[in-house]
T-cell receptor, first 115, second 114 residues
Framework: NAGVMQNPRHLVRRRGQEARLRCSPM?????VYWYRQLPEEGLKFMVY????????ESGMPKERFSAEFPKEGPSILRIQQVVRGDSAAYFC?????????????FGPGTRLLVL | GNSVTQMEGPVTLSEEAFLTINCTYT??????LFWYVQYPGEGLQLLLK???ADDKGSNKGFEATYRKETTSFHLEKGSVQVSDSAVYFC???WGGGSNYKLTFGKGTLLTVNP
């Protein structure tokens, strides 16, 4: 059973460009979570999605950031008009069910560098 | 609000030394408690977890016990190896209406020297 897959692993963008990060959850997992890790900090929750639904996006900046998890295909985290402060590692996780006892399985992350 | 405090690093040990990384959380409800490990350049892997008071999670020689009375979940290993060098994160999940949200500590960098 393949783990959580993320691509690209590394992404370089210039200020003002768009960044599109993809996450394919583990097989059988319908719950997806995105976290952001700023340099030398812990991970911060961004958004929680189920298929075709955004359940909680309270951790996402209100502008320029959006996420989706369509019926078919990977989950996408989209950052428009990137700025230097968006440089970070973005991790996706998935789980088969919702609940505070559930283990979230993480992907390898996408490291975004904004020049 | 809910928060978690982890021992600040970096921690540098010699091989076969005893390891403790402290983790405490605010006493709001009864969270499930997780330790994740991040090896250089990789994503996070679950190391161990405990979901109720007095539970002990263990894996790869690491252990942590859910202590409700001290709101702590300290990570221990009796004899560390060079391959244990990584960043360790304590992460409660408080449940309730946000029972999908992990709250991560800042992480503790462990370096084990031969």
């Amino acid at each position: 059973n393949a783990g959580v897959m993320q691509n690209p692993r590394h992404l370089v963008r210039r200020r003002g460009q768009e960044a599109r990060l993809r996450c394919s959850p583990m097989k059988g997992h319908s719950h997806v979570y995105w976290y952001r890790q700023l340099p030398e900090e812990g991970l911060k929750f961004m958004v929680y999605l189920q298929k075709e639904n955004i359940i909680d996006e309270s951790g996402m900046p209100k502008e320029r950031f959006s996420a989706e998890f369509p019926k078919e295909g990977p989950s996408i985290l989209r950052i428009q008009q990137v700025v230097r402060g968006d440089s970070a590692a973005y991790f996706c996780a998935s789980s088969p069910r919702r609940g505070n006892q559930e283990t979230q399985y993480f992907g390898p992350g996408t490291r975004l560098l904004v020049l | 609000g809910n928060s978690v405090t982890q021992m600040e690093g970096p921690v540098t040990l010699s091989e076969e030394a005893f390891l403790t990384i402290n983790c405490t959380y605010t006493a709001t409800g009864y969270p499930s408690l997780f330790w994740y490990v991040q090896y250089p350049g990789e994503g996070l892997q679950l190391l161990l977890k405990a979901t109720k008071a007095d539970d002990k999670g263990s894996n790869k020689g690491f252990e942590a016990t859910y202590r409700k009375e001290t709101t702590s979940f300290h990570l221990e290993k009796g004899s560390v190896q060079v391959s244990d060098s990584a960043v360790y994160f304590c992460a409660p999940n408080w449940g309730g209406g946000s029972n999908y949200k992990l709250t991560f500590g800042k992480g503790t960098l462990l370096t084990v020297n031969p």
